[in-house]
Structure formats: C-alpha cells, structure tokens
C-alpha cells in the first residue's frame, strides 16, 4: 500500500464520514477504515467522486496508507471503544504519528490518553467537533487540544475543513492535552442552558400570553433577526411551526415532554462542582431534562395547588413578549458568563492557556451554539483579553441594565402564574447573589461554627475565630 493520504479517519458513522468527505473535498487524500469493511466499501461508492479516498480493510492497510507523520482521526464512540481503537493502532504506529480523537470524550479521558501516548512518542489531539452530521460535512467548528507540534500539522488541515465567519476558520489550537475536550464540554454545557432559556421562553409566550405555537414560531423569527440571532433560535421557530402530518396537530403537542442527554451537559456540571464554578443555569438546564423524564413523581405533583390564571389582553400580550425577549437575553448573557468563568477556572486549575476571545471567534459558526452574540464577546476580549465577566465589558453591562425590569416582572409573573422557569430564576439569582453587599453566608458561617466548630473569618480583623457557643458568656477565640 502505498503512504499518500494526507489523513486517516477510522470509524465511518455518519459523523466519522462526513468528515472524511469534507477532508477530500477540499484536496487531501483520505485514508479510510472501519471496523466492518461494508461501511467503508459504500463510503468510497457512493462518495468516491468527491475526492481522493483510500480504502483499507485492515488496521495495517490503514496505518500503511498515511504519509509520515501519520495523521489518525478516530471517529468512534467515547470510552471503552475509543480505547480499544487506540490499543489496536499504536502498536503499528512511530514517534511523532498523531491520533486525533474527534469524539465527544469527557477530558478527564483524553488528558490521561494525552500523558501515556505522550510517553511512547505518540501525539493525542482531543479535538471537539460540534455542528452535528450537517457542520462534519459542510463545516464543523473543531476544537482541538494537545501539543502545539501537533497543531502545527494538524491546524491547517482543521482551519481549511472548518466553518468560516468574516474569512476566518471556526478552529484554533485551545489549549494543551485535554483542553480542547473540556471546551467542547463546556460548549455542551452552554447549549443546555440556552435551549433551555429558548423552552422556557416559549412556555412563558404559550401559557402566560396565550399564543399559539405558529405565532411563538413568529416571534422567534422576528427575534432571530435581532441579537438573539443565532442557529438554536433559527431552527426553534422551524420546531414550533412545524405540524405533525398524522394528527394535523402542532408537532411540538405531538412530541413526548421528556428530554434525553447523552451526558456533556451532566458532565459539566459534576466537573463544576469539582472545580468550584457555579455553572446555575446550565445545572438548572440539566436538572430540568432530568425533572422532565420523571414520570412516577410528576403523577404524584399533577393537580396539587399552583399559580393563578388570568388572561392577558392583545397589548398586555405583545408587552410581555418585549418583555420575555429582554429576559431570555440576559439569562442567556448570564448563562454565557457562567461557562467562560468555567474555562478561566480550569485553565487555572489545569496549567492551560486558553485564549478565551478565539473560543468566542471559534463559536460563530459551525458549532450548535453558533450566533452573532459570540461576536460581541469575541469583540469585547479584543478589547480587554482580561476580563473578569462579561459584564465588564460596557455594551453588555448597558443591556444588562436595560434588561433589569422586564427580567423582573417576567419572573415574577411566572411564579404568580406557576410556570417553572428554573433557568431564567437561576440565572437572575445568580446576577443578584454576585452583586450583592453581604449574602447569608455569614449566616451560614456561624451555624456551621456552632454545630461544627468550623471556624469563620471576621471583616474587621485577619484570622480564623471560634465561638464557645456553649458557656454563658459565648467568648470568642482564634482559631
Ligand atoms: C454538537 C452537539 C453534539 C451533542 C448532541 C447530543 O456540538 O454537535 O452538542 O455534540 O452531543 O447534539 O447532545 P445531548 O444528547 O447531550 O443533548
């Protein structure tokens, strides 16, 4: 077999051929295997044209075919299975060969497969690709880690395949080892919360005004041409004015209230909690598909006491719709907040250096969460690289201000109304807490000296204290 191709992608599911396709279409010779033959037998019928393939039907066919360094993108599902691909190709493999792994492993994964490769002169790149079957084909936005030697080969290749906004690629190198997973994660965990925002947004305008799923689809149109313009508002409004040809009814009344996750946003969460970054209303997002697939305990709660119900003129109607759009936006600002905070944390916490303005430049387009809100962040890192929030930046600080009492009244008229909006409550609770002078966790500090002896700290002097709550005069002593 003869080494020509440029790259080699094993594991040909619609997302592992699609990015084969894309790489030969855009001029390299592409190496492809899978572990049943059949797949890439139809891959090369079917779509031979498009490009220059080479099929293998052995790992060593496989490996044989691809120049030196070789470079091996493994398309397979995340865990046990993309271990076992690793085990069966390494062997075969010489310092400075590559494997890219372009599935949605968790980072914890791919750091440890990063340090052990890395000892036997291997390079592993664990690269996010989001933007689903369609973004592998026509664009993805890729996020690859590992080591800078490995971008150095591997970005160009990335930068032409990828989705392009204003000229430029929707890839970068993100960081070291398991960065590039972990900002996948992340940009799972954002999506989330924003389809979340998007559903709770929707059932404010269906159950407060009253509108049908035609008119929110409307809505969401009008507000897609604005600064909430962004691929999951785009195809909201194509979910909401879609009808089910069965029943003739509205698709979204015909569809079953319970909502999977195959586990990125889950896993943002725990890694969260780990790390100490209060992700709120990507947690309340995952909680909220969680709650949803509840059957037996939403029995037990249907028909207990909840909110009042009154009907809102056409004006009071198109007023809260104004108002559900300032809400929905600076949830979705707070929401955004919370996810870079996590990056910045993990960086710290990980010894990466993640350029948070070009997760911003990356997450235009091609990626699911894709919108030309990220553009505004983008810009505002451009201006200040060190930004502690988002609402450090002065343009999104005035929105947020704007925002202050259509956010208000649209919360409160959902608790009145006992629609749950769990994401837009976190996300405002999460604004109050952050801006607050003092918050009850003084309280909390005393209780837990009290039954603990936990020591707390004092805002009028250093050091660690303790009260002897036990005798009369409840001294205090430093700890
Ligand atoms: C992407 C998507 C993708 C995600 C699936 C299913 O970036 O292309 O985020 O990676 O895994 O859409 O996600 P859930 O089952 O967790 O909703």
Known sequence: MQATAQIGVTGLAVMGRNLARNFARHGYTVAVHNRTPTRTKALVEEFGHEGAFVAAETAEEFVAALER????????????????????????????????????????????????????????????VSGGEEGALHGPSIMPGGSPESYAALGPMFEKISAKVDGEPCTTH????????????????????????????????RQVAGLSPAAIAEIFREWNKGRLDSYLIEITAEVLSHVDAASGRPFVDVVADAAGQKGTGRWTVQTA??????????????????ASGQAALRGAYRGLPGGTR???????????????EQALYASKLIAYDQGWKMILDAAEEFGWTIDLGAVARIWRGGCIIRAAFLDRIRAAYAVDPGLVSLLSDAGFAAEIRDAQVPWREVIATAARRGVPVPAFSAALSYYDSLRAERLPAALTQGQRDYFGAHTYRRVDREGSFHTLWGTADRAEMEA
């Open 273 to 290: 909690l780990e790390l100490g970054s209060p992700v709120t209303a990507i947690a309340q997002a995952t909680f909220a598909r969680a």
């Open 174 to 205: 993100v960081g070291t080892d398991g960065a590039g997973h972990f900002v996948k994660m992340v940009h799972n965990g954002i999506e989330y919360a924003d389809m979340q925002l998007i559903g709770e947004a929707y059932d404010l305008l």
């Open 69 to 128: 360094p070789r470079r091996l993108m493994i398309m397979v599902q995340a865990g046990a299975a993309t271990d076992a691909v690793i085990e069966e190709f390494v062997p075969l493999l010489e310092p400075g060969d590559m494997i890219i792994d372009g599935g949605n492993a968790h980072f914890a994964d791919t750091r440890r497969r990063e340090r052990s490769l890395r000892e036997r002169g291997i390079h592993f790149v664990g690269a996010g």
């Open 310 to 324: 009154w009907d809102l003129t056409p004006y009071e109607a198109e007023r809260f719709t104004a108002q559900v």
